[in-house]
């Protein structure tokens, strides 16, 4: 098995790569690593695939994976980590701002300290404020919801056990959240380490400030379907409860406060023409509606499930 796996998503970066690639290789060759290099092209329009072509036929030791278009940055992760054969995996990204000379501290925190993953933290940043400050506030609120206490979730220097690679799919933007995707999956032994950023050297960052927005709504999407995936009458069962109880409180107590106005000789309105039995009747057949949501999501789910759904760390007497 080869020691240490560098997946480098790639998108419109051609005059990168060559330094990229000989760095890389200096570093490896350096510390007597066995390794791959695997460049995942990720649509580019520019010379990025001929520039990965040339260089798999200079070194044996690079691969190049090309996709027909722009799948994303989670896309070219999961097809990497896919075919990586590395004891540890490396990610990093293509535009020289990661240095490959934090790769044998980041491969000793995983085969030595034990550590599944290993973010990096870009601690002294040469970005602008504009993506700075929502930078933070974005991995404090991940902090918060997580549980995870790293300072840069979304920073693409980081180091995995191939089992968690391996045992893990990520897609859409979902990059930003492997270390807490990983964490449910049960691989709970997460480190930090503080890396070296550079100033970007070539082209421009291909990241606007969208990319924030987006990755709350993909927070909140990953939170729920790794919460409820298994479970989904549990959320949907949960709350068409509440709402049915809600509205048939509500019905009851505007029929009980009828029939105690009738015996007290007292003039009362109709239910029907109370706004209040509307509300009612709506929390019913929602609660109903939920309820058989969650019903069906479950015989779905019940229904779809196969060994391969779970992680399995270790197996006795089996034969293939």
């Known amino acids: 098995m080869l020691q240490i796996s560098v997946i480098i998503p790639v998108f419109n970066e051609e005059e990168s790569l060559p330094e990229l690639s000989n760095w890389i290789s200096r570093v490896m060759e350096e510390h007597g690593f066995s390794y791959e290099i695997i460049f995942v092209n990720d649509g580019s329009t520019d010379g990025s695939w001929k520039m990965i072509a040339k260089l798999s036929q200079i070194n044996p030791n690079v ?8 799948y994303g940055k ?20 293509a535009d020289l701002q990661d240095s490959p000379e934090e790769i044998p501290d980041l491969y000793d925190m995983i085969v ?18 504009t993506k700075t400050i929502p930078s933070r506030f974005f991995n404090f609120i991940t902090r918060m919801i997580s549980g995870i206490h790293l300072n ?19 897609y859409g933007e979902m990059h930003r959240y492997i270390p807490l995707i990983a964490k ?40 729920f379907v790794n919460r409820y995936r298994k479970k989904p009458m549990h959320f949907f ?21 009828k029939i105690f106005g009738l015996y007290k000789g007292l003039q009362v309105r109709e239910i029907t023409d109370q706004p209040l039995f509307f509300l009612a009747l709506v929390a019913l057949i929602v609660g109903m ?14 229904h779809s499930s196969r060994k391969t759904d779970y992680n399995i760390e270790q197996e006795l007497n089996f034969n293939d």
């Open 184 to 223: 449910w999956s049960g691989f709970s032994k997460i480190g930090e380490k503080v890396v070296e950023h550079r100033a970007r050297k070539y082209g421009e960052t291909k990241f606007g400030i969208e990319r924030f927005l987006n990755g709350f709504l993909d927070l909140i999407s990953v939170s």
């Open 112 to 129: 030595k300290d034990g550590y599944d993953i290993v973010s990096g933290w870009k601690k002294k940043r040469f970005d602008p404020i």
């Open 289 to 302: 509606q939920l309820f058989l949501t969650g019903f069906l999501a479950e015989m779905m789910t019940s």
């Open 152 to 170: 840069d979730f979304n920073c693409g220097l980081k180091a995995y056990d191939q089992k968690v690679v391996k045992n893990i799919h990520i």
């Open 237 to 257: 069962g949960t709350l068409g409860s509440v709402s049915f109880l809600a509205g048939f409180f509500i019905t009851c107590w505007l029929i009980g406060q």
């Open 63 to 70: 691969k190049g994976i090309s996709f027909t278009r722009n």
């Open 74 to 93: 989670s896309a070219a992760l999961d097809m990497g980590f896919s075919k990586a054969k590395g004891k540890v995996v490396i990610t990093m990204d």
